[in-house]
């Protein structure tokens, strides 16, 4: 035991050794019978036989729950054999295991000790039972009594200066019902300070759709999916991180429509799918998927589409009717300083840039030449950039001089991550202030919420590091883990007096803490919530709010739901006396929705409206109406091209998930899809690149990053061979995190660069 000294001798990265790793070739194709038996294992061993397919018949059903993993929409009539894919299956083994760790665990092991074990092995222990606490100077977590926790975090809010100096930051699993509450208890407590994992993942979307389109979402439906003329998939590895995508992608090219992948990797599941929801995906040859893939160079998708974008313009002088004149006249402003900015590029410089051969620049210009039925569909390879917003807007000058926008089979698909980052979004998790929802709040809930706007993930961590943030809440997630520069993030936690971690599982962030830490254990998605008939609502990727049942028996008695135990924080930091029924709400779902069918926007009799499918939220681009935009036009932007200047010996880092995670939640040690079993810490590099670097296959080295003269290092990474353009480099999140700068993000979404980090590769003597 360390008597009076809260910084633990923590471990922020885990163990050093290598497990024995295999490597093969990468996957032909996504899904078939591997994905089935993959997602069988992990559910039998997990639940056990009987349970997991009981359950599962019930994940995205329309009386069932919606699956706790991506937020890829359900079809109108979900398959009643299952409307599920391996990854959801896994999400829901991990979530629904049957092993649980309580107080005598926590007796047994310290924090130290823990943080010791690798992030798999944290994860595999098991589902939380009980609050803890890990008071101050102590080294191992005890039990707390749920009436205690409250009044411990009470009396800390009270004990701020200010209450700026306090943080709630939220994952995106949470209910709308969870989030609704714990956005209206941060601002009746007086802080806009509402960080959320939206911050590292689609913000750059949300600012670049919000200034060119007025809606920060996506305008696609599931269904424009199934009759696009083309669809493009930029920066997105649908077959690992939304599944079920592969079998919209199928159905479009079964209706003759054409997919072109933008990636710097082939990814599997883009190139071939086997559907395994058919006889004849399971047993055929599967559907190629990609009819055309585009290698881009990591952060040079600008050059390429503003390359696209002019020899589409020169066909269009020539042969006319290639862009659609009188959408662009009617709907749109800049289309004609756009064209004639796009004159001050050369061919080759943008080739160059790009990275892709000329011929296949030339093939996607014939798909696309005339068409208007064009959806672009995105993920994080366009979002963690320095200019992802300006990428983003790229990517959208495309759709709006194709007319493909506010009509049938066209449009933005931004895919989001979390099941319901963006219902959390909808109801109130946001650091900005929205001037109508604060009004609304005024109307119905009777106080005023605080006008200045609060941190963000960055802010956050800068805030906390500076000792300007005293207490840090965290509704859901792995903060340590997920935000930028991992050790950074930990000195900036423990510098906090109080954590508090509401979760379903252990991790990291529940090692390195504040001077005291509590963990809240919650349901999961599955989970019965108070009672058969209780549910909460979602909204998925395309704007569609449904309703979401548990089914499973909750894993402990001791379990609290997230708007019980939100409601109940509040009740006794007001000690009552407040304008909201904050005890009432945490008992009556129905009230909640109430609440936010009032606040906020869009949202209508969701109690009956949620019902099956659920509805949509209204969506200003599906009406092709601009008129919130200054002007009343969509707007076609100019945007510069990114400057990457490498040193020598410098590459350029993506961090990418692998197909055995659910972000910092590490499912298995494989990658399937590409062919690496057993082992993370891998470095993909272009066999070149390892030629002119001297290494070789399997060598171990550091990979190092230097920024404003600081020099970050993440140690014992594998070189492996791989199809990835020549001077870019890929490893997986969050191993790679420490290279990740605090201080760089996307200008104006202040998304950190997870997908382009320079580093160098030192082989490990020379370090
Ligand atoms: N099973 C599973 N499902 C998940 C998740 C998970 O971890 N596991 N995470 C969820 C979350 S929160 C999110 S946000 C999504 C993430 O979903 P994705 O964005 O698909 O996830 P990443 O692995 O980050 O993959 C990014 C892809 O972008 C490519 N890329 C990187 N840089 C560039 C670039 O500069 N240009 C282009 N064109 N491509 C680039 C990479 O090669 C990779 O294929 O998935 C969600 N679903
Ligand atoms: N380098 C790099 N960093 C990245 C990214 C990247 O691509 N590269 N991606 C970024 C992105 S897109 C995102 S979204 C963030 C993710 O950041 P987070 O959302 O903070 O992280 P997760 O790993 O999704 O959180 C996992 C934890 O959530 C808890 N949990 C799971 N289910 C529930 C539940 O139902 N209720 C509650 N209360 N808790 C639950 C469990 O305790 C689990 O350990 O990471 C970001 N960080
Ligand atoms: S695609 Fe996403 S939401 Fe659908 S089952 Fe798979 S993981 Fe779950
Ligand atoms: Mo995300």
């Given at each position: 035991?360390?008597?009076?000294?809260?910084?633990?001798?923590?471990?922020?990265?885990?163990?050093?050794?290598?497990?024995?790793?295999?490597?093969?070739?990468?996957?032909?194709?996504?899904?078939?019978?591997?994905?089935?038996?993959?997602?069988?294992?992990?559910?039998?061993?997990?639940?056990?036989?009987?349970?997991?397919?009981?359950?599962?018949?019930?994940?995205?059903?329309?009386?069932?729950?919606?699956?706790?993993?991506?937020?890829?929409?359900?079809?109108?009539?979900?398959?009643?054999?299952?409307?599920?894919?391996?990854?959801?299956?896994?999400?829901?083994?991990?979530?629904?295991?049957?092993?649980?760790?309580?107080?005598?665990?926590?007796?047994?092991?310290?924090?130290?000790?823990?943080?010791?074990?690798?992030?798999?092995?944290?994860?595999?222990?098991?589902?939380?039972?009980?609050?803890?606490?890990?008071?101050?100077?102590?080294?191992?977590?005890?039990?707390?009594?749920?009436?205690?926790?409250?009044?411990?975090?009470?009396?800390?809010?009270?004990?701020?200066?200010?209450?700026?100096?306090?943080?709630?930051?939220?994952?995106?699993?949470?209910?709308?019902?969870?989030?609704?509450?714990?956005?209206?208890?941060?601002?009746?407590?007086?802080?806009?300070?509402?960080?959320?994992?939206?911050?590292?993942?689609?913000?750059?979307?949300?600012?670049?759709?919000?200034?060119?389109?007025?809606?920060?979402?996506?305008?696609?439906?599931?269904?424009?999916?199934?009759?696009?003329?083309?669809?493009?998939?930029?920066?997105?590895?649908?077959?690992?991180?939304?599944?079920?995508?592969?079998?919209?992608?199928?159905?479009?090219?079964?209706?003759?429509?054409?997919?072109?992948?933008?990636?710097?990797?082939?990814?599997?599941?883009?190139?071939?799918?086997?559907?395994?929801?058919?006889?004849?995906?399971?047993?055929?040859?599967?559907?190629?998927?990609?009819?055309?893939?585009?290698?881009?160079?990591?952060?040079?998708?600008?050059?390429?589409?503003?390359?696209?974008?002019?020899?589409?313009?020169?066909?269009?002088?020539?042969?006319?009717?290639?862009?659609?004149?009188?959408?662009?006249?009617?709907?749109?402003?800049?289309?004609?300083?756009?064209?004639?900015?796009?004159?001050?590029?050369?061919?080759?410089?943008?080739?160059?840039?790009?990275?892709?051969?000329?011929?296949?620049?030339?093939?996607?210009?014939?798909?696309?030449?005339?068409?208007?039925?064009?959806?672009?569909?995105?993920?994080?390879?366009?979002?963690?950039?320095?200019?992802?917003?300006?990428?983003?807007?790229?990517?959208?000058?495309?759709?709006?001089?194709?007319?493909?926008?506010?009509?049938?089979?066209?449009?933005?698909?931004?895919?989001?991550?979390?099941?319901?980052?963006?219902?959390?979004?909808?109801?109130?998790?946001?650091?900005?202030?929205?001037?109508?929802?604060?009004?609304?709040?005024?109307?119905?809930?009777?106080?005023?919420?605080?006008?200045?706007?609060?941190?963000?993930?960055?802010?956050?961590?800068?805030?906390?590091?500076?000792?300007?943030?005293?207490?840090?809440?965290?509704?859901?997630?792995?903060?340590?883990?997920?935000?930028?520069?991992?050790?950074?993030?930990?000195?900036?936690?423990?510098?906090?007096?109080?954590?508090?971690?509401?979760?379903?599982?252990?991790?990291?962030?529940?090692?390195?803490?504040?001077?005291?830490?509590?963990?809240?254990?919650?349901?999961?998605?599955?989970?019965?919530?108070?009672?058969?008939?209780?549910?909460?609502?979602?909204?998925?990727?395309?704007?569609?709010?449904?309703?979401?049942?548990?089914?499973?028996?909750?894993?402990?008695?001791?379990?609290?739901?997230?708007?019980?135990?939100?409601?109940?924080?509040?009740?006794?930091?007001?000690?009552?006396?407040?304008?909201?029924?904050?005890?009432?709400?945490?008992?009556?779902?129905?009230?909640?929705?109430?609440?936010?069918?009032?606040?906020?926007?869009?949202?209508?009799?969701?109690?009956?409206?949620?019902?099956?499918?659920?509805?949509?939220?209204?969506?200003?681009?599906?009406?092709?109406?601009?008129?919130?935009?200054?002007?009343g036009k969509a707007k076609i932007t100019i945007n510069k091209l990114p400057e990457h200047q490498l040193?020598?010996?410098?590459?350029?880092?993506?961090?990418?998930?692998?197909?055995?995670?659910?972000?910092?939640?590490?499912?298995?040690?494989?990658?399937?899809?590409?062919?690496?079993?057993?082992?993370?810490?891998?470095?993909?590099?272009?066999?070149?690149?390892?030629?002119?670097?001297?290494?070789?296959?399997?060598?171990?080295?550091?990979?190092?990053?230097?920024?404003?003269?600081?020099?970050?290092?993440?140690?014992?990474?594998?070189?492996?061979?791989?199809?990835?353009?020549?001077?870019?480099?890929?490893?997986?999140?969050?191993?790679?995190?420490?290279?990740v700068p605090y201080n760089h993000f996307a200008d104006r979404s202040r998304t950190p660069i997870s997908?382009?980090?320079?580093?160098?590769?030192?082989?490990?003597?020379?370090?």
């Amino acid at each position: 035991m360390i008597e009076n000294n809260y910084k633990r001798n923590v471990c922020v990265r885990g163990p050093d050794a290598f497990s024995e790793i295999k490597v093969t070739n990468p996957k032909p194709y996504a899904a078939g019978k591997e994905g089935i038996a993959a997602a069988m294992k992990h559910s039998f061993k997990e639940m056990g036989v009987f349970r997991a397919m009981s359950t599962l018949l019930h994940m995205n059903q329309k009386d069932g729950f919606d699956c706790p993993s991506c937020a890829w929409p359900d079809p109108e009539k979900p398959s009643r054999i299952g409307e599920y894919c391996e990854n959801g299956a896994k999400a829901l083994a991990d979530e629904a295991t049957k092993s649980t760790i309580g107080a005598e665990f926590f007796a047994k092991y310290s924090v130290e000790e823990l943080s010791l074990r690798t992030d798999y092995d944290l994860n595999a222990l098991g589902r939380l039972t009980e609050p803890l606490v890990l008071r101050e100077g102590c080294l191992h977590y005890a039990p707390i009594s749920w009436k205690d926790a409250y009044t411990l975090i009470a009396d800390n809010l009270h004990s701020l200066n200010s209450p700026d100096e306090a943080i709630f930051y939220t994952s995106g699993r949470s209910s709308n019902e969870a989030a609704f509450l714990y956005g209206l208890f941060a601002r009746a407590f007086g802080t806009n300070n509402l960080p959320d994992c939206s911050n590292m993942c689609h913000e750059s979307s949300g600012v670049a759709l919000s200034e060119t389109l007025g809606i920060g979402k996506g305008s696609v439906k599931l269904e424009d999916l199934y009759g696009a003329d083309v669809i493009i998939v930029a920066g997105q590895n649908p077959g690992t991180n939304h599944p079920r995508m592969l079998s919209a992608l199928e159905k479009c090219k079964e209706n003759g429509g054409s997919i072109i992948s933008i990636n710097p990797l082939e990814e599997s599941g883009l190139m071939n799918f086997k559907n395994p929801q058919s006889l004849k995906g399971l047993l055929g040859s599967g559907k190629q998927l990609t009819d055309l893939h585009l290698p881009v160079k990591i952060n040079q998708d600008i050059p390429l589409i503003k390359l696209i974008l002019k020899k589409l313009a020169a066909l269009d002088r020539l042969e006319g009717n290639i862009f659609d004149t009188d959408f662009i006249q009617e709907y749109t402003e800049g289309a004609e300083a756009l064209l004639k900015d796009l004159d001050s590029y050369s061919v080759q410089e943008l080739h160059m840039l790009s990275g892709v051969p000329v011929e296949k620049v030339d093939a996607a210009v014939n798909l696309l030449a005339g068409k208007r039925k064009i959806v672009v569909c995105w993920a994080m390879g366009l979002t963690q950039h320095k200019n992802g917003v300006e990428t983003i807007r790229e990517y959208v000058n495309l759709l709006l001089l194709m007319g493909a926008i506010g009509k049938p089979f066209s449009g933005t698909c931004p895919v989001r991550g979390h099941s319901n980052v963006q219902g959390d979004r909808s109801v109130g998790i946001m650091h900005y202030v929205d001037k109508d929802f604060n009004k609304r709040i005024e109307t119905h809930l009777g106080f005023t919420p605080p006008s200045e706007k609060g941190l963000d993930v960055v802010a956050a961590m800068q805030a906390m590091y500076k000792g300007e943030a005293k207490i840090f809440m965290a509704l859901g997630g792995n903060f340590l883990m997920a935000a930028s520069d991992t050790d950074y993030t930990a000195e900036a936690l423990q510098r906090c007096e109080l954590t508090v971690q509401v979760s379903t599982k252990l991790n990291r962030s529940h090692l390195v803490t504040g001077k005291t830490a509590l963990i809240l254990p919650t349901y999961g998605r599955s989970e019965k919530e108070h009672g058969a008939n209780c549910f909460v609502t979602v909204e998925n990727s395309m704007g569609r709010v449904r309703r979401s049942r548990g089914i499973l028996k909750a894993s402990s008695d001791h379990l609290r739901s997230e708007p019980e135990l939100i409601a109940s924080i509040a009740d006794t930091y007001f000690k009552g006396k407040h304008t909201v029924d904050w005890k009432l709400l945490g008992n009556d779902y129905r009230k909640i929705r109430e609440l936010i069918d009032k606040v906020a926007k869009g949202f209508e009799n969701t109690e009956s409206r949620a019902n099956g499918v659920g509805y949509y939220l209204p969506n200003n681009v599906r009406e092709r109406d601009f008129s919130k935009l200054p002007g009343g036009k969509a707007k076609i932007t100019i945007n510069k091209l990114p400057e990457h200047q490498l040193m020598a010996g410098e590459f350029m880092l993506m961090t990418i998930r692998s197909h055995d995670q659910f972000n910092t939640t590490i499912y298995g040690m494989d990658d399937r899809y590409r062919g690496v079993y057993n082992e993370r810490r891998i470095v993909f590099m272009n066999p070149d690149d390892m030629v002119e670097n001297g290494l070789d296959k399997m060598e171990v080295v550091n990979l190092s990053s230097t920024y404003d003269s600081g020099t970050r290092t993440a140690y014992n990474f594998k070189v492996l061979p791989y199809k990835i353009p020549k001077s870019n480099l890929a490893a997986y999140f969050p191993e790679t995190n420490a290279l990740v700068p605090y201080n760089h993000f996307a200008d104006r979404s202040r998304t950190p660069i997870s997908k382009s980090i320079k580093v160098k590769v030192c082989k490990q003597e020379s370090f």
